[in-house]
């Protein structure tokens, strides 16, 4: 078993780190995709131009009340108060690309079948969790937890729901996705299987059916609650064992912070379905998430998403 403190990797290359505008009160740590880097994503996601969206409701076509067009300015610009850290993943062999070097936070077999080869995905998970809690950590001592968000894209998105399953720090201001998915999803479905009264082929879906899955039950067996008996199987599937600080934090700050999860309808790698149960999952695991699917939009973001994602943060007290 290796634990989270020794499961980092060298890593040759420093984050992206944009300054604040103004006087520094949050902290947006965001992950790239797959075989992207921090350069190549961080400008035109802090150059692109976002409504304000302040009188016009997610979906609206409808115009303000005055008759003009709401506001638009740079992504950046909805947060001068910010300081934004893009990491660049390390060059791993891609299985699936005949094992050629790619900037990656894990390695993964399918987006479509997530499940198959999973395998792959365990190291580099285990080490990019260890290394996105040591980033975390930094800027907690600076602006306090409850003004850290961390956010990704696609596989960005996967690696930062993982580490914050497998977070036992203080609760940070929120977790924000794009068109990603939560791996090893059914294993930890299936890892309390013997708890749940329920089929476990219920899992494989999506809504109300899985709702009472990690159902809280305070005279639970000794092994703990079942999300604590999911996240347990996960440290082991990653070979991950505790740190002494864990032991003093029994449930995950994630099952009390606010997610945003938005996805492409017409999402081309990682099917909509497939974001769609992840964050089903995670609100059978009684997480806060906010779920919102674009028409039209492929495996990217949009202006709407990410007015979606400035109301959501900024809507964070």
């Excluded at 403190?5 to 965001?30: C, E, F, G, L």
């Amino acid at each position: 078993m290796m634990s989270s403190s020794k499961a980092k990797p060298q890593r040759t290359i420093s984050p992206v780190v944009i300054p604040p505008v103004h006087d520094h009160k949050t902290t947006m740590i965001i992950l790239h995709g797959r075989g992207s880097t921090a350069e190549k994503f961080a400008e035109p996601l802090l150059t692109h131009m976002v409504s304000s969206g302040d009188t016009v409701p997610v979906n609206s076509t409808e115009l303000p009340l005055n008759g003009s067009a709401s506001p638009t300015k740079s992504f950046r610009e909805h947060f001068p108060n910010a300081k934004f850290v893009f990491p660049t993943a390390p060059l791993r062999r891609a299985v699936v690309f005949k094992r050629s070097l790619t900037h990656q936070w894990f390695d993964n077999w399918s987006l479509t079948e997530p499940e198959l080869k999973q395998h792959l995905q365990a190291q580099g998970l285990r080490e990019t969790s260890a290394y996105l809690h040591d980033l975390l950590k930094e800027e907690i001592k600076i602006v306090g937890a409850s003004n850290v968000v961390l956010m990704g894209l696609s596989q960005g998105c996967a690696a930062s729901i993982i580490a914050m399953l497998l977070w036992r720090g203080e609760r940070i201001g929120a977790l924000v996705g794009m068109c990603g998915y939560v791996p090893f999803r059914k294993g930890m479905c299936e890892s309390v299987e013997d708890a749940d009264s329920g089929d476990i082929d219920q899992l494989s879906g999506s809504g109300d059916d899985q709702e009472d899955m990690f159902e809280r039950d305070e005279e639970e067996s000794e092994g703990g609650s079942n999300f604590e008996k999911a996240t347990d199987w996960l440290r082991e599937e990653l070979g991950i064992t505790p740190d002494d600080g864990d032991l003093n934090q029994q449930s995950s700050p994630l099952q009390s912070m606010p997610v945003f999860m938005g996805h492409g309808r017409d999402d081309e790698k990682v099917p909509c379905q497939i974001g769609k149960l992840g964050a089903d999952f995670l609100r059978s695991m009684y997480a806060n998430v906010t779920w919102q699917d674009y028409e039209g939009l492929g495996h990217w973001y949009s202006p709407d998403m990410l007015r979606d994602v400035v109301l959501f943060v900024h809507g964070l007290n």
